[in-house]
């Protein structure tokens, strides 16, 4: 008897608001020459390792959004459906519309620069403990800092991530997680660690930006240009 080939599904979080964007749409804004979402997407479409794709997005782009991921170049996008208030609230958004899968990547809508092998080495770390996230080693000393700015104290560079995604589970691990009430978080291994489970980090890409203001998407112009030769 044969083993069943493990089924992968990607939740592409695109519902953000984007208030340091300058009045720019933060997922829609062009990035030479095309919607940063659709950069974001294409990956994991082209990713043999994905059987299907759930984007999150708010309600004012979920018609122009719709409209982008509708056609055979985005066969594996099976909804476009809308997010909640916290990111949180829209990855679960996102986990009520998948089926059938064994795995579920979380990436921002906002990091278009992800790569095939990014999301591929993802998979393959979370082998190990059934979750990992990407992240790349702190370059900056990093201070904790008091209420009043003052230093608290000096934690070791070396033992410090900058955290990204994609971030990688098991479904029978992140699923029974987002169903958890419980404080916001910034990432979705948080709500994992609270439940007691290992999460593996693996190197992410220092051009695996997200973009937050108009600096990060001329940043991002330029990384594309140096891919492209």
Known sequence: MTAKTPKTAAIIVAAGEGKRMGGLDKVLA???????????????????????????????????????LTGPLWSKVSEVCLGGQRRQDSVAAGLERIKDCDWVIIHDGARPLVTIDLIER???????????????????????????????????????????????????????AYRKDGPAVTDDAALVERLGYKVKLYMGSYDNIKITTPRDLSLAEIIIREREG
């Open 30 to 68: 062009p990035l030479a020459g095309e919607p940063i979402l659709l950069r974001a997407v294409r990956p994991f479409q082209a990713s043999p390792l994905i059987s299907q794709i759930v984007v999150v997005v708010s309600g004012e782009k979920e018609q122009a959004c719709r409209r982008l």
């Open 122 to 176: 993802g998979l393959a770390a979370a082998q190990e403990t059934g979750a990992a996230i990407a992240a790349v080693p702190v370059t900056d000393t990093v201070k904790v800092a008091g209420e009043d700015d003052t230093v608290l104290g000096t934690p070791p560079r070396a033992s410090l991530r900058a955290v990204q995604t994609p971030q990688v589970f098991r479904y029978d691990i992140i699923a029974p």
